[in-house]
């Protein structure tokens, strides 16, 4: 038995804000560890009050199937580090204390919007085998923003590229504000955005994309169930709500090899 201390566990602390980045509700502050994080905060627009549940849910689910999520943890914001954090006090937004979504800051990164024009080709990207899983896990859950700024590359010390995904807060049918009902909707798909364009050009052949989808069927329901259990109370997510997205998450799998069909169709237009 190890005696090291698992990191993932440790609990943290918000030490000092840093700075605000570009939709305007996330922030990057300074925590206990000495590591800078993302923090996206529960409740803090009414439009999007599924959108740190979404993020929660889905860095759960993508870190069971190994797929390149940053690193996150819940945090408990404390109501005196919101007092002294004027950063914080808005009109718009509402910040309150309690427990919020933060994922480690990724130095050394840019957005895909930012390669657009000399794209990295094969070799240049690390993890380029984790690529047809992100394309089909974003199927799975009916991600409607893999945007171009919604992809970070980390710079590596040899000079290629880790490809990270980030914000969550638009999946499942209903984005932001997603409800017993609205997971019933027939999900839109967005597998031709220029990330996914990115993607295919880089496969070594349809298969890669096929073969992804048993990592997900395999993934235990049970574990699946313990993920939705798992979000906070405080969250305000019911027992009804919870139940649909589980079926609906069921329900997805079962639909995977028709959507990657119609990837694969796609492509070969
Ligand atoms: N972990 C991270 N490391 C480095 N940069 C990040 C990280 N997370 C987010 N960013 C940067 O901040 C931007 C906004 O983050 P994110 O998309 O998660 O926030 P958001 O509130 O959903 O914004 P929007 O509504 O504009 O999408 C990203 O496009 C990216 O440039
Ligand atoms: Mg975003």
């Known amino acids: 038995m190890t005696t090291s201390k698992n990191t993932t566990d440790e609990v943290i602390h918000p030490v000092?804000?840093?700075?605000?980045?570009?939709?305007?509700?996330?922030h990057v502050i300074l925590f206990s560890d000495g590591k800078k994080y993302v923090v996206k905060?529960?409740?803090?627009?009414?439009a999007r009050g599924k959108e740190v549940v979404n993020e929660y849910v889905v860095s759960k689910l993508a870190q069971l199937l190994s797929l390149p999520i940053v690193p996150f943890k819940l945090v408990y914001i404390p109501e005196d580090f919101l007092?002294?954090?004027?950063?914080?006090?808005?009109?718009?937004?509402?910040?309150?204390?309690?427990?919020h979504y933060a994922c480690v800051f990724i130095e050394n990164s840019t957005v895909f919007e930012n390669v657009r024009q000399s794209l990295p080709s094969?070799?240049?990207?690390?993890?380029?085998?984790?690529?047809?899983?992100?394309?089909?896990?974003?199927?799975?859950?009916?991600?409607?923003?893999?945007?171009?700024?919604?992809?970070?590359?980390?710079?590596?010390?040899?000079?290629?590229?880790?490809v990270h995904m980030i914000d969550h807060g638009r999946c499942f049918p209903g984005g932001y504000q997603w409800t017993s009902k609205t997971l019933m909707n027939e999900p839109v798909y967005t597998y031709h955005w220029p990330f996914y364009k990115w993607v295919y050009s880089l496969l070594h052949d349809a298969q890669e994309l096929t073969s992804y989808i048993d990592n997900i069927v395999d993934l235990p329901n049970e574990s699946i169930?313990?993920?939705i259990q798992s979000i906070p109370n405080e969250w305000n997510v019911d027992t009804e709500d919870k139940e649909a997205l589980y079926q609906f998450l069921l329900k997805q799998k079962k639909d995977l090899p028709n959507i990657i069909n119609t990837i694969i169709e796609y492509q070969g237009q």
Not at 86 to 99: D, E, N, V
């Open 16 to 26: 000092k804000y840093v700075e605000t980045l570009r939709g305007g509700t996330a």
């Open 122 to 162: 094969k070799t240049e990207v690390k993890n380029r085998d984790m690529l047809a899983g992100v394309t089909v896990f974003d199927q799975w859950l009916n991600n409607s923003d893999r945007g171009t700024m919604n992809v970070i590359l980390e710079r590596l010390s040899d000079e290629r590229y880790y």
């Open 225 to 227: 169930y313990e993920v």
């Open 83 to 99: 007092k002294n954090t004027p950063q914080l006090h808005k009109k718009k937004q509402s910040y309150h204390s309690g427990i």
């Open 41 to 46: 905060w529960f409740g803090v627009k009414k």
